[in-house]
């Protein structure tokens, strides 16, 4: 072999090295799809990082996160989680209702996915069973739909001379038949009248509280869906301004000053979606990995906003209060 040649050849071999050397230490990606608007999701998305970091990977260092929000839109979710697939991430996880883990099952059959849902993952079809989820995803269940009714007789005991309460549903979310009907069920178990706001955009927000006087209504609450999380602030505002009771079904809602929220810990729940996560990184199977349900649940009062609508909240509601903001 000539010198020349002979010289060529290493350079060609050291740069092929270096190449595969690249490769097989690239640093993993974990894909994070979500239905909302990241300015909802700050203080969830930080236990997200913690609880990977739990389990030995730190955003930056030895893992990639790649964000895809759809601000509320579920038609864009389709795309986004073929970007993700696309950007050959090692995992999935997905958040803000079942939508986003339909649309990653979708993009992807071998793809492992962590999904955060509100109601039971087996009946939605993502898993055969909670113990052995089988084929590429698990997660957790934040059995928000099972609140729905318990949402409605706490809102009854902070406005008890009411004559009717809204109920708040998003029309777009693919569960909103589910969650009406939980719902209506809990109004005739309590002998509760209700009214039925189809809401899906600001135009719509606020003309259902422009109509609340109109319509008697007495107090509300809200189906769980990622446009009320999106539109916390105004939807919070409106309640102060028209001095309208709602329970919440997030604690952020009443520590931004919404009067109480009952609900699922949201932070806990993105941490165990960190640990799964980073479990998944590091080898484990989603089908070894059982899917989590919550055992605790958070009531929020906050009694400034109490006082400012002028509602003596009970004494046994402040009871059993997680927390209470004074």
Same mark, same amino acid.
């Given at each position: 072999?000539?010198?020349?040649?002979?010289?060529?050849?290493? $350079?060609?071999?050291?740069?092929?090295?270096?190449?595969?050397?690249?490769?097989?230490? !690239?640093?993993?990606? +974990?894909? #994070? %799809?979500?239905?909302?608007? $990241?300015?909802?999701?700050?203080?969830?998305?930080?236990?997200?990082?913690?609880?990977?970091?739990?389990?030995?990977?730190?955003?930056?260092?030895?893992?990639?996160?790649? *964000?895809?929000? !759809?601000?509320?839109?579920?038609?864009?979710?389709?795309?986004?989680? $073929?970007?993700?697939?696309?950007?050959?991430?090692?995992?999935?996880?997905?958040?803000?209702?079942?939508?986003?883990?339909?649309?990653?099952?979708?993009?992807?059959?071998?793809?492992?996915?962590? *999904?955060?849902?509100?109601?039971?993952?087996? /009946?939605?079809?993502?898993?055969?069973?909670?113990?052995?989820?089988?084929?590429?995803?698990?997660?957790?269940? %934040?059995?928000?739909?099972?609140?729905?009714? =318990?949402?409605?007789?706490?809102?009854?005991?902070?406005?008890?001379?009411? =004559?009717? %309460?809204?109920? #708040?549903?998003?029309?777009?979310?693919?569960?909103?038949?589910?969650?009406? =009907?939980?719902?209506?069920?809990?109004?005739?178990?309590?002998?509760?009248?209700? &009214?039925?706001?189809?809401?899906?955009?600001?135009?719509?927000?606020?003309?259902?509280?422009?109509?609340? &006087? =109109?319509?008697?209504?007495?107090?509300?609450?809200?189906?769980?869906?990622?446009?009320?999380?999106?539109?916390? @602030?105004?939807?919070?505002?409106?309640?102060?301004?028209?001095?309208?009771?709602?329970?919440?079904?997030?604690?952020? *809602?009443? /520590?931004?000053?919404?009067? +109480?929220?009952?609900?699922? @810990?949201? !932070?806990? !729940?993105?941490?165990?979606?960190?640990?799964?996560?980073?479990?998944?990184?590091?080898?484990?199977?989603?089908? @070894? %990995?059982?899917? +989590?349900?919550?055992?605790?649940?958070?009531?929020?009062?906050?009694?400034?906003?109490?006082?400012?609508?002028?509602?003596?909240?009970?004494?046994?509601?402040?009871?059993?209060?997680?927390?209470?903001?004074?």
């Amino acid at each position: 072999m000539r010198r020349r040649d002979f010289l060529t050849f290493l $350079a060609g071999l050291g740069t092929w090295s270096f190449g595969t050397h690249a490769e097989q230490s !690239a640093i993993p990606r +974990v894909g #994070f %799809l979500s239905s909302l608007s $990241a300015p909802a999701l700050t203080g969830p998305v930080a236990a997200f990082r913690g609880g990977l970091q739990s389990v030995g990977y730190t955003e930056g260092k030895n893992v990639e996160i790649e *964000f895809r929000w !759809a601000d509320g839109h579920y038609d864009r979710l389709p795309a986004l989680a $073929a970007e993700l697939v696309a950007r050959q991430v090692k995992v999935i996880v997905t958040v803000g209702g079942d939508p986003p883990a339909f649309a990653a099952k979708a993009a992807s059959t071998t793809i492992p996915i962590v *999904f955060l849902v509100g109601r039971d993952p087996v /009946e939605l079809g993502l898993v055969r069973s909670l113990s052995r989820p089988s084929g590429n995803a698990t997660g957790i269940n %934040l059995l928000i739909t099972e609140m729905e009714s =318990k949402r409605i007789e706490l809102i009854e005991q902070l406005a008890p001379t009411s =004559k009717v %309460l809204a109920v #708040f549903v998003n029309p777009k979310n693919a569960d909103a038949d589910v969650q009406l =009907k939980a719902v209506q069920s809990a109004a005739r178990t309590l002998n509760e009248r209700i &009214k039925i706001f189809n809401v899906s955009n600001e135009v719509e927000l606020e003309n259902a509280f422009a109509d609340f &006087k =109109k319509d008697d209504i007495g107090g509300f609450t809200l189906v769980a869906d990622p446009f009320f999380v999106n539109r916390r @602030d105004q939807i919070i505002s409106s309640a102060a301004e028209g001095r309208f009771p709602g329970i919440y079904f997030l604690r952020e *809602f009443a /520590e931004s000053g919404g009067l +109480v929220s009952y609900g699922s @810990d949201l !932070a806990e !729940a993105y941490r165990q979606a960190g640990v799964y996560a980073g479990k998944i990184l590091s080898g484990a199977k989603p089908n @070894d %990995l059982p899917v +989590v349900q919550p055992t605790k649940f958070d009531l929020v009062i906050n009694l400034k906003t109490a006082k400012a609508l002028g509602i003596n909240v009970p004494a046994s509601l402040l009871a059993i209060a997680s927390r209470v903001i004074e």
